[in-house]
């Protein structure tokens, strides 16, 4: 009995010993390499300009409300939307964009179908906002890091996705950890996110 409490004993006092850690890691803002990210910092996005990305795929067609199809099958003026269209994902899936919604088109027109990604912010099967950016190896370039939300993080222009444990800098300067990468870049990297790992993956110095 006093083996199977000694026992009970040592596994609660480890709990609390893991538990201290877990909560320290966490008030200390912690970032993948074992830094500080200051959240609060100068640079921080305006939280009202923050949209947490659901969905982001290569667009393989587009297919507009007036018959058109490909990249002549869809505008964005003035930043919304200038008509429906239904963006092609693969055979089984779409995402319907309708008239009037806010979104940004960083894609170049020739290269909109099979080499450009849309990135949503969804509500069930709405999109409340979007972006098409260009896609490059499977990779597509995003901005600087700003703040890390759990598993969450927050970029310069606004997206907030979930990202590796670890970044992969690349560099030709060798830095200890992604805080000391983030306070001496400043804004000189750009961050990639990976369609086949889905999440961001990679920081490249510019």
Not at 34 to 58: F, H, K, Q
Not at 104 to 133: H, I, K, T
Not at 180 to 206: H, N
């Amino acid at each position: 009995m006093r083996e199977i409490l000694s026992l009970r004993f040592v596994a609660t006092v480890v709990a609390l010993i893991l538990s201290v850690v877990a909560v320290s890691r966490i008030a200390g803002g912690e970032d993948t390499d074992g830094g500080t990210v200051d959240v609060g910092s100068s640079g921080e996005v305006d939280p009202d300009m923050v949209r947490r990305i659901d969905l982001v795929d290569v667009v393989a067609d587009i297919e507009s409300e007036n018959g058109r199809s490909g990249t002549a099958g869809f505008a964005v003026v003035d930043g919304v939307a200038a008509h429906t269209a239904r963006l092609i994902l693969d055979d089984l899936r779409a995402v319907d964009i309708v008239t009037g919604t806010p979104g940004v088109d960083n894609c170049p027109v020739s290269r909109r179908v099979g080499r450009c990604a849309v990135l949503a912010d969804m509500l069930g099967e709405a999109v409340l906002w979007f972006s098409l950016e260009p896609v490059d190896a499977d990779m597509i370039e995003l901005g600087t890091v700003r703040a890390f939300d759990d598993e969450w993080a927050v970029l310069s222009d606004g997206f907030a996705l979930p990202h590796a444990p670890v970044f992969v800098r690349r560099c030709a300067t060798e830095f200890e950890s992604f805080t000391q990468w983030r306070r001496e870049l400043g804004d000189d990297y750009v961050t990639m996110y990976s369609l086949a790992e889905r999440e961001l993956t990679d920081v490249v110095c510019t």
